[in-house]
C-alpha cells in the first residue's frame, strides 16, 4: 500500500503512466460528447413544455456536475498532498482549478440562457443557482490565492487548506441556501419538480455526463503532465527526455 | 547552560497574547472605534442612494444591517496578523514553545471583543433609523454577537492566509466572503422572524451551531496557514 | 430524428439563441482549454529543449 | 546534559538553483558557529531551515539524536531566533515588549528582571517610550534584551549586529562568547568580523 | 562633477510611473480581478440577507449597485500608496526632481483605470442579476465610469493622509465615504431617473462637474497629503 | 561649479528630549561626511531633515548659498538620497526598479546602461528575477546600483552598508572615496569603520 502511494507520488512514474492512459480517456471523451450532442440535439424528441428550449440540459446538467465534482476531487487532492506529501495530487489540484471555474460558469450560463424561455428572465435567485454562484467564487478564491504566492510550496499548501476549508462549507451553504429559499418561496419556478423524462430523453444525457467525466480525465491528465514538466524542469530524467529525440513516446524514457 | 524541559505555562502566554492585543487596539482608541464607524456611515448611505421611504426601508434593514455589520467585521480582519507579521513577531509566536492554536485562538478572541461585540451592540442604535419595527432590536444584537464570533473566526483563517501578500485586503474578501454566506443566512433570517413574530430559537440554534462547528475546526486551520505564510 | 429539415434543426422551434448560444459557449471552452493545454505542453517542451541546448553549450564552453 | 543539533545531506533549492547540497553540519554546547557567505548565498534560508521555518528542502534534521519532528517541541523550548526583523511591536513600550516574550515561554517574570535586561542593552531610560519612537539600532536592542532576560541554551542570530554601533557591537560579542563559556551554543550570521575566539567555528556557503 | 540643472523630463517620468503601476498590477493577475469579484460577492450577499422577490430587488437595484461599487472602489484604495510607503520608494518619489502632483496623478489614472472602468464596464450584468429594469444599463455604466473616477481621486486623498499609519484601512473608509456622498447621490440619482424615463443628463453633467472639480483640486492635496505622511 | 549644503543652527527635538542643538554644518564638494553616534543620538534624523523630509526642526538649511525653500528643485535634482528601506519594489525586476528611477530623473536611458550597472554591484543574471526573491543584501544592491546609473552629485547615505558582504563593503567605500575625488559629495552614517581617507570628515552626535 504504502509503495504503491510513493510509486504514484513519483511524478516520473506517474508522467509515465499518464501517457498511457490519456489516449483511452481522450477517445473515449470524443465518442461520448460526439454521440451525445447529436443525439440530444437532432434525434431526441422536443419536450412538450419547453420544446427545444430544453436541450440546452445536454449541457447544462454535465457541467453542473462536473462543476461540483471537481471541487471535491481538488478538495481530496489538496488534502493528499498535505498528508502524504504527494507532490502529484497538488499539480493535479493546480490544473483542475480553472477547468472546475470554466464548468461553473457553463452551467451558469447555459442555465441562465435557458431561463430567458422557460421563466422569462435571466437570473433569478433560486437555491440551486445561488449556490452554484457562491461555488464560482469558491473557484475564484482558490485560483486567486495560488497565483497571488510567489513561493511554490506555500502557493500549495495555502490553495489546499482553502480548498478543504471550502469542501467542507459547500454542504453548509448548500444547506442554509436551500432552507432559506423555502422560507421565502418568492418564484413559482423550480428546478426540481420537474416530470420523469423519457429514455430517449434521458439516455443521451447519461452519455454526455459520461463523456464531460471523461473529458476531465484526460485534460487534468494532459495538464498535470505539463506541470510536471515546469516543475521538475532541472531534474535529470526531464532532462534527458527532453534531449533525447522521443519526446513522443515518453513512457519509455520515464521508466 | 541546563537544557529546559517544555514546562507548560499555556496559560500565562495565552493571557499575555490577550492582555498584549486588547493593549494594542486600546492605546490606539480611535481604531477600535474605526468599525463602528463604518458600520454606521454604511448604513447611512444606503437611505441616500435607495430611498429615504420608511416603509421601504423598515423591509430592507434586517439584511442592510446584517451585511453593513458583516463588511465592517470583515474589513478590520485584515489587519489580524498583518501588524504581527511585518515586525517579526508573527515569526516569534511560531517558535514559541506553545501550541500555536490555542496563541491564535487568543488573537481572535481579542478581534471579537473588539469588533463584533460592539458592532452587535450598536446594531439596535442603527436599526431605529432605518426603521426597523420594534420587538426585533434584541434578536438583532443576539444575532449579531453569535453571529460576528464565527465571522471572526472563519476570516482569521482568510487573514491567516493572505497575512504574507502584499494586496491582501481585497483577496481576503474573495476568500472569506462565500464563507459567511451561511451565517448571514441565519443571523439576517433570525431578525425577519422576530419581525413577522415566529420563532427565532431556530435560527438562533444553528447560528450557535455554527459558531460550535467553527470553534472546533477553525483554530487548526488558522494555525496551519499561519505556517504556510511564514514560510515564504 | 426530431427534425424534418436542415434549416429547421438551425433554427430550433424558434429557440434558436438560447440553444445555439449555450451550446456554442460550451463547446468554445471546451476546444479553448483543450487548445489551451496543448500550446502549453508544446511551448514548454520547446522551453526545455532550448534550456537544455544552452546548457549544453556552457558545458561544451566551460572544456 | 549538553545539546546536539545535526543536520544531515541538507539541500536547498530556489528558483532552479541550489543553494547548497549536501551539507552536513554538527552544532554542539560550547560553540559559536558563523555561517559565512556572500549576498544571496542562503544563509537566512539556512537558518530559517535548521529553526524549522522553511520546510522546502531535502535532507534531515536531529535534536539530541532524535528526529526534528519528534523532538520539535524540547528543540523550541530552547530555542531563541532573532531574524532580519526584530519583532518588536512598534504600539508597546520596551517594558511590554519583553513582558511579551516572557509570558510566551511561559514564566510571567517581573519588572526588575525587564527592567534590568533593558538597562543592560542601553536603554535605560527608554523603557516606557512606545517603540515605533525608538531609532533603528535601539529597536533591536529591545530584540537582544530577551538574549538575557528569556535564557535558552540555542541562540540562533541572523545578523544581529544591524544597525548597532561600535560599542553595542562589542558587548554583544562578548555576550556570545560567554553564552558558549558556559555551555550555550550560538549560530549566527554576520558580515561583521567577529574577534577570534578559540569557540569560534566557520561555516562557508556559496 | 557638475551639477544638474532641473531639466524637465515631466513626461518620461509621468509615463514611467504609469508603466510601472500598471507593470505591477498586471503582473499579479488575479489583483485586477479582485475589486471586480467583490462587488459581485456583495451584490450576491444583498438578495440572500434581504429577500430574493425581484420586484422587491428591481426598486432597490441601482441604490445597491452603486453602494457596491463605491465599496469596492474604496477597499482597494487602500493598497494605493501603501506599499510604496512600506518598501520606501514613496520616499524616493518625493525626493525626484519632478513635480509630486503630476507623479501621484499617474498614480491615481492607474488606479481609476484598472478599478473604476471594470467596475463600471461589469455593473449591467450584476444589474441584470438584481433585475434592474431594461433600459438603464447604459445610465448605469456610464454613471459609475464618470463617478468611479472622482472617487478615485477624493479616495486618493484619504490614502495618502492614512498610508503611513498601521491599522489604515478602517480608517480610510471614515474618512473617505462621507465625501463619496455627493456622487453617490448623483451616481444612483442617475441610474433611478433612467428608470422613471426621466431626464438623465443633468444628473451626468453634475457627475462630470464633481469629476472637473475633484481634477483640478484633488492632485494638489494628495501630494501635500504624502508629504505629510512622509514626516511622522 | 562646486556645491554646498549648509546648515545652520540646527535644532531638533523629540520626545522632549533636544537630539542635537545649535548644529552648523557645511558640506562641499569633494568630501566625505560621516555622520556618527550611538545609537538613538538623531543620526537618521539629521539626514532627513537635511534632504528636506523631516519639516520639525528649528535652523535655517541653505542651498550654494540659497535659502533651501528657494533652491528646492535644484537641491533635488543634485540629490540622491537612500535611506533605511531600500525602495525596490519586491514585485519588479532589478532592471524595472532601475529603469523607474532612471525615468523620475527624467532620462529615459537604456536597457544597456542598467545591465552593467546591475553588473557592477554582483547581480549579473539575476537581472529579471522578481526583487522580492532577492535576499536581503541582494535588495540593497539593486537600491546601490543607482549610485553608478543615475549620477548625481550629493549623496546622501542613511546606513548603506547594512546587509552588504565583507567584498561589497570594499566596492562601496572604493565609489564612495571616487566619487568624492571626482568632485561628488557624500553625507553618510554606518556603524562600520570607514578607512581613512584625506577626504573624509566626521560629525559627531550625541
Ligand atoms: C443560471 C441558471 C441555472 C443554474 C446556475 C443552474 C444550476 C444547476 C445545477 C447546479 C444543477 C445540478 C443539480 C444537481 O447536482 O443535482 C442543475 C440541474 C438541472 N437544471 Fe439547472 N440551473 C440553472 C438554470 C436552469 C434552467 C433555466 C432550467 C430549466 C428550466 C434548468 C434545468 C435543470 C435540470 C432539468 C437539471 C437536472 C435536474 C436534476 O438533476 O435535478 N436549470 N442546474
Ligand atoms: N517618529 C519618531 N517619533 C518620535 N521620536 C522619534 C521618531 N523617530 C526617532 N525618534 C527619536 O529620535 C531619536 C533619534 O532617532 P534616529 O533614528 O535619528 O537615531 P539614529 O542616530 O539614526 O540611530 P540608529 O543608529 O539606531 O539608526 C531616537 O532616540 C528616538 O527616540
Ligand atoms: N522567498 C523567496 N523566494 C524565492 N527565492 C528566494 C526567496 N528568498 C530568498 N530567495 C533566494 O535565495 C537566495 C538566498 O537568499 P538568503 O536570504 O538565504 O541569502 P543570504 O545568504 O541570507 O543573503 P544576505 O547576506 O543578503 O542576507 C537568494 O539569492 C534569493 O534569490
Ligand atoms: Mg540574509
Ligand atoms: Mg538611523
Not at chain 1, 451525445?36 to 440535439?41: D, E, F, I, N, V
Not at chain 4, 543553494?19 to 554542539?28: I, K, N, P, S, T
Request: proline share 4%.
Amino acid at each position: 500500500m504504502w509503495a504503491f502511494i510513493h510509486k504514484l507520488g513519483s511524478p516520473k512514474w506517474f508522467y509515465g503512466i499518464s501517457a498511457k492512459l490519456q489516449p483511452w480517456f481522450w477517445a473515449a471523451a470524443a465518442l461520448l460528447i460526439v454521440t451525445g450532442s447529436l443525439w440530444g440535439l437532432a434525434f431526441a424528441p422536443a419536450d412538450y413544455q419547453q420544446g427545444n428550449s430544453f436541450r440546452i440540459i445536454y449541457v447544462h446538467v454535465p457541467a453542473a456536475f462536473l462543476a461540483q465534482s471537481i471541487f471535491i476531487a481538488m478538495a481530496v487532492s489538496g488534502l493528499v498532498f498535505m498528508v502524504w506529501k504527494i507532490k502529484v495530487a497538488d499539480m493535479a489540484a493546480a490544473v483542475m482549478a480553472p477547468l472546475g471555474a470554466a464548468m461553473t460558469f457553463v452551467a451558469l450560463f447555459s442555465g441562465a440562457v435557458w431561463g430567458v424561455p422557460t421563466w422569462g428572465t435571466w437570473w433569478m435567485w433560486d437555491a440551486r443557482l445561488t449556490s452554484m454562484l457562491i461555488l464560482l467564487f469558491l473557484y475564484l478564491g482558490v485560483i486567486a490565492l495560488r497565483g497571488a504566492f510567489t513561493s511554490r510550496d506555500s502557493a500549495s499548501r495555502a490553495a489546499s487548506v482553502l480548498a478543504m476549508v471550502g469542501v467542507i462549507n459547500i454542504p453548509i451553504i448548500k444547506y442554509s441556501v436551500d432552507w432559506w429559499y423555502t422560507l421565502h418561496q418568492p418564484a413559482s419556478f423550480t428546478l426540481t419538480s420537474r416530470p420523469a423524462m423519457p429514455t430517449e430523453m434521458w439516455l443521451p444525457l447519461v452519455i454526455m455526463v459520461l463523456g464531460f467525466y471523461c473529458f476531465f480525465i484526460a485534460l487534468t491528465l494532459m495538464r498535470t503532465r505539463s506541470e510536471i514538466l515546469r516543475r521538475e524542469a532541472n531534474k535529470r530524467w526531464v532532462q534527458e527526455l527532453v534531449t533525447g529525440q522521443v519526446v513522443k513516446v515518453p513512457a519509455e524514457e520515464a521508466r | 547552560m541546563p537544557l529546559r524541559e517544555h514546562n507548560g505555562g499555556l496559560m500565562t502566554a495565552v493571557k499575555a497574547t490577550l492582555v498584549r492585543d486588547l493593549t494594542l487596539l486600546l492605546r490606539r482608541r480611535g481604531e477600535v472605534l474605526n468599525p463602528l464607524v463604518f458600520f454606521a456611515l454604511v448604513i447611512t448611505l444606503f437611505p441616500i442612494a435607495i430611498s429615504p421611504d420608511p416603509e421601504l426601508l423598515a423591509v430592507i434593514a434586517p439584511g442592510l444591517l446584517w451585511v453593513a455589520a458583516l463588511l465592517a467585521a470583515l474589513l478590520s480582519l485584515d489587519s489580524l496578523f498583518r501588524s504581527d507579521y511585518d515586525d517579526g513577531s508573527l515569526e516569534q509566536l511560531l517558535l514559541a514553545p506553545q501550541p500555536l492554536v490555542a496563541l491564535s485562538l487568543a488573537k481572535v478572541a481579542v478581534h471579537w471583543l473588539l469588533t463584533g461585540l460592539p458592532l452587535a451592540l450598536m446594531a439596535p442604535i442603527l436599526g431605529i433609523m432605518l426603521a426597523l419595527p420594534a420587538g426585533s432590536y434584541a434578536v438583532l444584537a443576539l444575532s449579531l454577537a453569535l453571529g460576528t464570533a464565527s465571522l471572526s473566526l472563519i476570516g482569521a483563517i482568510g487573514a491567516a492566509l493572505t497575512v504574507g501578500l502584499a494586496r491582501g485586503g481585497v483577496l481576503l474578501s474573495l476568500l472569506v466572503l462565500p464563507l459567511y454566506i451561511p451565517v448571514l443566512i441565519f443571523g439576517a433570517g433570525a431578525v425577519q422572524a422576530a419581525i413577522f413574530g415566529e420563532g427565532v430559537s431556530a435560527h438562533l440554534a444553528i447560528l450557535g451551531a455554527l459558531l460550535a462547528a467553527s470553534l472546533m475546526l477553525a483554530p487548526w486551520a488558522i494555525a496551519a496557514s499561519l505556517r504556510i505564510s511564514i514560510n515564504g | 430524428m426530431a427534425f424534418d429539415s436542415f434549416s429547421e434543426f438551425l433554427a430550433m422551434g424558434g429557440h434558436a439563441p438560447y440553444v445555439w448560444s449555450a451550446w456554442g459557449v460550451t463547446a468554445l471552452l471546451l476546444l479553448a482549454t483543450v487548445w489551451h493545454a496543448r500550446a502549453e505542453q508544446r511551448q514548454l517542451i520547446k522551453g526545455l529543449k532550448r534550456r537544455a541546448r544552452r546548457a549544453n553549450s556552457a558545458r561544451g564552453n566551460a572544456q | 546534559m549538553s545539546l546536539c543539533l545535526q543536520a544531515r545531506q541538507l539541500a536547498c533549492e530556489r528558483d532552479d538553483r541550489w543553494l547548497f547540497q549536501g551539507l552536513d553540519l554538527e552544532v554542539r554546547s560550547g560553540e559559536i558557529v558563523r555561517i559565512e557567505g556572500p549576498n544571496g548565498s542562503g544563509k537566512t534560508s539556512l537558518l530559517k531551515i535548521l529553526s524549522g521555518q522553511l520546510s522546502d528542502y531535502q535532507g534531515e534534521l536531529f535534536w539530541n539524536g532524535a528526529a526534528m519532528n519528534e523532538a520539535r517541541e524540547h528543540f523550541l523550548a530552547n530555542l531563541l531566533y532573532l531574524g532580519h526583523a526584530p519583532g518588536i511591536k512598534s504600539g508597546l513600550s520596551p517594558l511590554e515588549n519583553l513582558a511579551w516574550y516572557q509570558a510566551l515561554s511561559g514564566e510571567s517574570g517581573n519588572e526588575e528582571q525587564r527592567l534590568e535586561a533593558l538597562e543592560r542593552v542601553g536603554l535605560a531610560g527608554f523603557e516606557d517610550v512606545p517603540a515605533g519612537q525608538l531609532s533603528a539600532g535601539q529597536q533591536r536592542r529591545v530584540a537582544l534584551a530577551r538574549l538575557t532576560l528569556t535564557p535558552r541554551a540555542l541562540w540562533v542570530l541572523d545578523e544581529p549586529f544591524t544597525a548597532i554601533d561600535r560599542h553595542g557591537v562589542a558587548d554583544l560579542e562578548r555576550q556570545l562568547v560567554a553564552h558558549a563559556q558556559a555551555g550555550g551554543c550560538v549560530l549566527v550570521t554576520t558580515h561583521h568580523e567577529l574577534t577570534a575566539s578559540p569557540l569560534l567555528r566557520r561555516i562557508s556557503l556559496g
